[in-house]
């Protein structure tokens, strides 16, 4: 069993940037691929980004390439999702997920646990 809960959103600027976090709690954290993915209003739910247990591998959407960052502390049990250059097309509630595989990670159906969500808000 793994919780997780999402930190770190909040209203900026467009250009502006937020850090995003997700603290996990269990032993078993470190064995597990995390993900952010984001669900804006009247959308679905849409994977942004992803990391490897180990951290080596990184996966991202094409619209965030260059402009997100995830990475994580296992020492910490926590992943992290650095936003820069943000626009008012990332606003939306980011979640944290944890998935016990490393395949079809750009699908929610990958990933066993979930956090509450945190909300980003980016004005124009």
């Known amino acids: 069993q793994v919780q997780l809960v999402e930190s770190g959103g909040g209203l900026v600027q467009a250009g502006g940037s937020l850090r995003l976090s997700c603290a996990g709690s269990?032993?078993?954290?470190?064995?597990?691929?995390m993900g952010w993915f984001r669900q804006a209003p009247g959308k679905e739910r849409e994977f942004v980004a992803a990391?490897?247990?180990?951290?080596?591998?990184?996966y991202y959407r094409d619209s965030v390439k260059g402009r997100f960052t995830i990475s994580r502390d296992n020492a910490e049990n926590t992943v992290y999702l650095q936003m820069n250059t943000l626009k008012p097309e990332d606003t939306a509630v980011y979640y944290c997920a944890a998935a016990g595989t490393i395949r079809g990670l750009g699908s929610i159906r990958a990933y066993d646990y979930w956090g509450q969500g945190t909300q980003v808000t980016v004005s124009s």
């Open positions: 990391i490897s247990w180990s951290g080596a591998n990184t």
């Open positions: 269990g032993r078993t954290f470190s064995s597990y691929t």
